[in-house]
């Protein structure tokens, strides 16, 4: 669900890879792309996703080598390799078509894993290993921790800890909640489904994927809970959870939404994740 748009510059460098790493930080919740498929002379295709949540290598010393975590499919869009640039570029909407202004393209990562866009056979404790479907990869961030120019102190935090969401989880009348990371007025869904089989377009069957269903809002309105370019976002529950990251949406239902079960990913990337958006140096203070 990684949007395919056409898009213009506002004036094009010579090589958008040797543009330097911004001074802004990454957000979570937002627009990431690797710009592939740009053209110096008409408009193009380019794939949009969203930045799901930081994280940091198992084993890196002091938390100094944070990635940022996103779907293979959004990091890879239109044949990227391991070492080309993520971006979070500034844009501004203008009918069906979003401008790109050079200057704040904002280089922020470097794809570092080439991930999974696959079956990864993983166990919770005191259960058998099962084939769970999972869309993730990652790419290190250009600022580091230890170097970053802006430090900050007061973190936002998106989550406190990771969850599973489980079959009772979906029970009707007492399903779990959940909504976008990073989202302002972000639409609220629930879990119908934790163990569902999904075919997709190319009729790969996806198992023991999450359905969220959206919920109407305080007025009774329903929106979808998901949009194009929304792929690779982070589902967050009702208790500040991470529970899963969105991969895709229903053809012909726009009120449904797929997403990966959260552990699976975290085990097959061999990552811990960061639950502030933003890698700002450690604070004296418990946070």
Known sequence: ??????????????????????ATLPRVGAVI???????????????????????????????QSLVLVSNRHVLFAHDAECGNMIFQPNYEQQG?????DVPHLNAIARIDNIGLCGHFSYAYPGEAEKSYYIDCATAALLLKQAGNPQRIHSKTQYFTKVARVHPHDTFEGRELKVHLAGRENAVWGKVIDCEAT???????????????????????????FSRKGDSGALLVDQYQRAVGLLWGQHMHDPYIAYACHIHPVLSFLQITPWCFDFCAAPSARKD
């Not at 069906?96 to 790109?100: S, T």
């Not at 009729?203 to 929106?223: F, S």
């Open 1 to 22: 669900m990684a949007a395919s748009i056409s898009f213009k510059l506002s004036g094009y460098p010579d090589s958008i890879t040797q543009l330097s790493a911004t």
């Open 33 to 63: 792309s690797n710009l592939k498929s740009m053209t110096h002379s008409h408009h193009t295709q380019v794939g949009l996703g969203t930045l799901g949540f930081l994280a940091a290598k198992r084993g890196a010393p002091d938390w």
């Open 96 to 100: 069906d078509q979003i401008v790109f």
């Open 198 to 224: 999904v075919e997709t377009v190319t009729g790969e069957r996806c198992h023991n994927t999450l359905v969220i269903r959206a919920m109407p809002d305080g007025k009774g309105a329903l929106q979808p």
